[in-house]
């Protein structure tokens, strides 16, 4: 066996990256079947089952790889984080060479000096290094609070001083670099929203190799170069970046993100870091593809004309019942989804997919099978959806403000079904009229609307949050028109 430790920096996302590179010239050298990334405290051991003797392969094989890919500022000059001279710096001359022998111990709890390299390898450094690890960047400027007076010329004391952004300067090996480089660009994604950078690291939860190595390193590859035309905040990028490649739920579900987001401005900046577990996000996306498709609706009303603060506020409740499972969201957020991504003209209503309705109320809301296949549900909803297609929300908003100890949730009913036998009777008239109904009413018998009662006398909140959620739900069937 071969093992390499990662150098114990204090930095996640280098960490992360530089197990990466190791790993991905290991497959170069061994094949991926030899290679495993083991998570130890605060590091990671890079296995390599070969023998011993093979270093000298795999040193080659860091050389050749390194030469191939980073023998041009290219690739640096192409990562968010790194720009100008130091992607310069970064690539390698043609008669340089590395050996790898650096990573076969690992000194753990020691503090850097400011003179040192923070991966405290002796090999000589390059500086600059928030592609690498941005968590040494300071975060971007607050209200003015973050700018010191520095010389316009640095190395002359006698040139004016103007305002510019602090900066934190840190050095790294170079060794530790380009490995970082490697598993920058093998097992990160990066993608733009507006005009910022997004940088999303896999922090491994267990052991990766073998297979599941291969799905990291093919999958990152998707999402390059995207660009995103409408900002969002930090909070919902995981939802965001997760529902653009759908394969990766599953893939990275032993996964946490690393999530960086920089932006320019007179180089690079943080603009804001978040270590995320993302367990539940993907259960939500691979639960069914309808689900992603809701997504899609939501952010598809960003790029239209009728956009508004409620369909971004929809994306929100989304992701707060997803990442909290917070079933206090699930009304608010079915609102907002079919009043916002609803045409604001015309008669066509866009209900939520029965799929992914059925996942709310089943997984986060943890309603029980019995009540979410009531036909007495189903009958009602069907009712309240008639009015929510006619962009009547009065009946379905009262039901869903409704207390338990008030008269309001069967006062709503009982109104809203003599509303409905006056409606079901003028489409009679219309009918025999020769004139065209395309919404026919359903009114539910006296028996289904006992039992109703009966459910809300047993468990009303689950009651309700089912009928109201059915009611802005596409039927799982076609309807009969009475």
């Known amino acids: 066996m071969i093992t390499l430790y990662t150098p114990a920096t204090g930095f996640p996302d280098l960490e992360a990256k530089i197990a990466y590179g190791l790993a991905r010239v290991g497959v170069e050298a061994f094949g991926i079947e030899k290679v495993s990334i083991y998570r130890e405290s605060g ?54 060479t590395f050996k790898l022998d650096l990573y076969k111990a690992v000194e753990i709890l020691m503090k850097n000096k400011k003179t040192e390299n923070i991966c405290r390898h002796s090999f000589r450094s390059v500086g600059n290094i928030i592609g690498l690890a941005v968590s040494t960047s300071f975060h971007n400027q607050r209200d003015g609070l973050d700018v010191d007076l520095q010389y316009k010329n640095p190395k002359d004391k006698n040139s004016p001083k103007i305002p510019r952004r602090p900066t934190n300067p840190k ?21 733009y929203i507006a005009k ?37 905040p930090q909070i919902l990028l995981p939802l965001l970046f ?36 993302i367990e539940n996000y993907s259960k939500f996306i691979s639960y069914t593809p309808y689900n992603v498709a809701t997504i899609e609706n939501i952010l598809n009303t960003f790029g239209s004309n009728y956009y508004t603060k409620e369909a ?26 079919v009043m916002e991504t609803s045409p604001k003209r015309g008669d066509y209503i866009n209900l939520l997919y029965p799929e992914t309705s059925k996942y709310l109320l089943k997984e986060v809301a943890m309603i029980s099978q019995d009540i979410i296949e ?37 006062e709503t009913i009982t109104k809203m079904l003599r509303e409905a036998e006056l409606r079901r009777i003028q489409q009679e008239q219309d009918k025999n009229s020769g004139r065209e109904v395309k919404n026919w009413i359903y009114i539910p018998n006296a028996d289904e609307i ?20 059915f009611a802005f739900t596409f039927p799982a069937k076609e309807e009969d028109e009475k």
């Open 196 to 232: 910022r950078e997004v940088l999303v690291i896999p922090i491994p939860n267990e052991t990766i190799s073998g297979y599941k190595l291969q799905q990291v390193f093919a999958l990152q590859h998707q999402i390059r170069k995207n660009w995103i035309k409408q900002d969002f």
């Open 43 to 96: 590091f990671y051991s890079v296995v390599f089952d070969v023998n011993e003797s093979e270093i000298s392969k795999l040193n080659q094989t860091f050389n050749t790889l390194c030469q191939r890919i980073l023998s041009s500022s290219y690739l640096p000059y192409n990562t968010p984080g790194i720009a100008g001279r130091s992607a310069e710096n970064i690539c390698i001359t043609e008669n340089e």
């Open 374 to 410: 009531h036909p007495a549900i189903h009958a009602l909803a069907r009712t309240l959806r008639y009015f929510v297609r006619e962009r009547n929300y009065t009946y379905v908003d009262n039901i869903r403000n409704a207390k338990k100890d008030s008269r309001d949730f069967e």
């Open 450 to 469: 006992k039992k109703i009662f009966s459910l809300a006398n047993q468990d009303f909140e689950s009651t309700k949050l089912a009928l109201v959620i």
């Open 312 to 337: 971004y506020a929809s994306f929100e409740e989304l992701n707060n019942i997803i990442s909290n499972l917070n079933k206090g969201s699930i009304l608010k957020f079915a609102r907002l989804y």
């Open 171 to 191: 050095r790294i090996c170079k060794v530790c670099a380009l490995l970082s480089l490697i598993g920058t660009w093998y097992a990160t994604f990066f993608f």
């Open 242 to 277: 997760l529902s653009k490649i759908p394969s990766s739920a599953s893939i990275l579900r032993e996964f946490d993100l690393f999530i960086a987001v920089l932006s320019r401005q007179q180089g690079y900046h943080v603009d804001g870091l978040s270590l995320i577990s």
